[in-house]
């Protein structure tokens, strides 16, 4: 049975998630995204979504507005002269925005002379945000980073972070889908996923589920191991510019 203290919680989500859409109702739209698992980046939103205030073209890449033009990633390959891209998560991406026409990029392209797009891929960290650009090689002028705010908000609460490979948003969920057919157990888990969508309540519902797995370090040292693999990022970033 679900404790009071509990209830609370839930209760408290809730009426804050009800009135943060209250006031930014376009904010739905960014929830109804659906996740697509895609090699090498992990996580990515949904391909060609449609939406009054936020699409998508086939790749996952936010459209953005030039001149009353829609631009999705091959019509922005196809423009002439200067190119630039603003590369990050959710910022630079957009979350928030009532219109595609809002974003950075489509704000930049009303007053430059280059024609800016928006790369960014929205809960991306610092390594995802530079695995597309490599993965793209869009031949373009300039290359802004709106970049870190993500690898410090997962990297320092995920249970699955590597010093290696960071931690990436969703992972819980993809080892869940993983692990669905050999651990009956998952089953449960993902009942309570569905039910309650907060991963404190969830854990309720599987006892044990993150057993075996290493203690969370103190915040000061995950923070400090956050910004080691954000400068190695930075680096490449550098050494590509160069």
């Known amino acids: 049975r679900m404790g009071a203290h509990r209830k609370l919680r839930i209760f408290r989500k809730t009426t804050a998630m009800n009135r943060l859409l209250e006031l930014a109702p376009q904010l739905l739209e960014y929830r109804r995204m659906r996740i697509e698992w895609v090699p090498h980046l992990m996580n990515l939103h949904e391909p060609n979504f449609r939406s009054e205030v936020c699409n998508t073209d086939e790749f996952g890449f936010r459209h953005t507005i030039k001149n009353s033009k829609v631009l999705d990633y091959a019509a922005f390959q196809e423009e002439p002269g200067s190119k630039g891209l603003v590369c990050g998560g959710s910022t630079a991406f957009g979350v928030g925005a009532t219109n595609d026409s809002a974003t950075i990029t489509s704000v930049l392209n009303r007053s430059s002379h280059t024609t800016w797009f928006n790369f960014a891929g ?10 597309r ?6 031949k373009v002028d300039q290359v802004v980073l709106l970049t870190g705010i ?6 320092t609460v995920s249970p699955h972070f590597s010093e290696v490979y960071g931690a990436v948003f969703s992972q819980t969920i993809f ?5 669905i057919n050999t651990n009956p157990k998952y089953l449960k888990y993902l ?9 404190d309540s969830l854990l309720q519902f599987l006892p044990g589920l993150t057993a075996g797995t290493p203690d ?4 000061e040292s995950r923070y400090r191991q956050s910004l080691i693999i954000l400068a190695r990022d930075l680096d490449v970033w550098a050494m590509l510019r160069d």
Do not use: K, V
Request: aromatic share 12%; proline share 5%.
């Open 216 to 219: 969370m370090p103190d915040f």
């Open 122 to 131: 929205m809960a991306h960290n610092s390594t995802q945000e530079l695995f």
């Open 175 to 179: 080892q869940l889908l993983n692990n």
């Open 150 to 155: 993500n690898n410090l908000t997962i990297h």
């Open 133 to 138: 650009f490599l993965l793209f090689l869009p």
């Open 191 to 199: 009942a309570g996923r569905l039910r309650h969508r907060f991963i």
